[in-house]
Nanobody, 130 residues
Framework: QVQLVESGGGSVQAGGSLRLSCAASGLSFSISENCMGWFRQAPGKERAGVAVIDSDGSTIYADSVKGRFTVSQDNAKATLYLQMNSLKPEDTAMYYC??????????????????????WGQGTQVNVSS
């Protein structure tokens, strides 16, 4: 059974930083194709893709976070990270970790906030005040 557990959320002032973590169990990061991703959903808005990373370490970012956020993974620890710098009030949202085994990130609908047939965590809240 795959389980994803996020942590690291909290409240921070604009310009600050946070590092989110996602611990995975029941899932191998080392399979040849496995897309891991971070998504977020603000109140009243649809879920949106933030950043994704393939098994080979290649990454893709939403335009809104490019240059400020960095996604990475530690295969040995089966943990996904999201380093968020220069945070803005519009980054306030519930952040979710997700996994889509057996697909590359380019083959998913991550930009539309979807990981069809994927696995999802419960989320961690990030609040950025101005």
């Amino acid at each position: 059974q795959v389980q994803l557990v996020e942590s690291g959320g909290g409240s921070v002032q604009a310009g600050g930083s946070l590092r989110l973590s996602c611990a995975a169990s029941g899932l191998s990061f080392s399979i040849s194709e496995n897309c891991m991703g971070w998504f977020r959903q603000a109140p009243g808005k649809e879920r949106a893709g933030v950043a994704v990373i393939d098994s080979d370490g290649s990454t893709i970012y939403a335009d809104s976070v490019k240059g400020r956020f960095t996604v990475s993974q530690d295969n040995a620890k089966a943990t996904l990270y999201l380093q968020m710098n220069s945070l803005k009030p519009e980054d306030t949202a519930m952040y979710y970790c997700a996994s889509r085994p057996y697909l590359t990130c380019a083959s998913t609908s991550w930009r539309r906030g979807r990981f069809d047939s994927g696995y999802w965590g419960q989320g961690t809240q990030v609040n950025v005040s101005s």
